[in-house]
């Protein structure tokens, strides 16, 4: 009860009381290990937790809280290994497959981050989140495809979600889908009017016309064609008449 009224400091002198009188809880020291992270005391805590480990080897909660001091201190190999070991305890826990994904994620290891996002969709096929996660995972593997078939997914089940048909707009984008793209957004705008998501979906929105012009510019040149190279012609398109003004 202290803790939620951010008395923390009382709150761990409770703890410290409650642990002499049973120093065989490891749920005592889980507690007590979470008030030291919201005091920023994270060697601490990570020390608390080891006792609570000591204590029960075999509890999942252990590691998953082990794992997430870690990840305040951005220590994400040792995190890592906290998360899967929770896993292993407990496979069918949804949130710690999710931050398997999230942790790899942080270690640039984006194909072995998607896999875990696959592991926390198949036992929550509703876990909106993981999908967004997947799906940011799957664009810094540059895998387009798969990013828009995530999304897909994603929508089918929560198809009002501005934030899911802003992601897809912009993966259409790099597919040069800009028609459809521009169908997203202006869907997105449409949920969240009065929102930041109006101002993304503005600035995100492209000119058909202009783009088909950058396009035979391009193609003239015999230049690829990319969502890159076709904002930067049209970047040009625009310096150019400005010039010529």
């Known amino acids: 009860m202290l803790s939620y009224l951010d008395r923390y400091n009382e709150a761990l002198a409770a703890y410290e009381q409650a642990l002499r009188l049973d120093p065989q809880d490891e749920d005592l020291y ?39 001091i870690q990840t305040s ?31 790899f994620c942080e270690l640039k290891r984006f194909a072995e ?10 036992l929550n096929p509703d ?35 501005p934030s899911l048909l802003v992601g897809r707009a912009s993966v259409l984008k790099k597919l040069l889908r800009y028609e459809e793209a521009n169908d997203d957004y202006s869907r997105a705008e449409l949920l969240k009017p009065e929102s930041l998501y109006a101002v993304i979906c503005i600035l995100g929105k492209v000119d058909l016309r202009q783009v088909d012009e950058a396009k035979t510019r391009l193609q003239a040149a015999g230049k690829e064609l990319s969502d890159e190279a076709i904002g930067a012609e049209i970047t040009l398109m625009h310096q150019e008449k400005r010039t010529q003004s």
């Open 113 to 122: 981050a998607t896999k875990a996002y696959d592991r926390a969709l198949h």
């Open 30 to 68: 889980l507690a007590q290990a979470r008030v030291l992270v919201y005091l920023k005391r994270y060697d601490e805590a990570l020390a608390t937790c080891q006792q609570a480990q000591e204590l029960a080897p075999t509890k999942p909660s252990v590691y998953k809280e082990k794992g997430n």
């Open 127 to 161: 876990f909106i989140r993981a999908y967004s996660s997947q799906a940011h995972a799957f664009k810094k593997l540059g895998r387009y495809e798969q990013v828009l078939s995530i999304y897909n997914k994603a929508l089918k089940r929560s198809p009002k979600k």
């Open 73 to 103: 201190q951005q220590q994400y190999k040792g995190a890592l290994v906290a998360y899967q070991k929770a896993a292993q305890l407990d496979p069918k826990d949804v949130l710690v497959n999710e931050k398997i994904g999230d942790t």
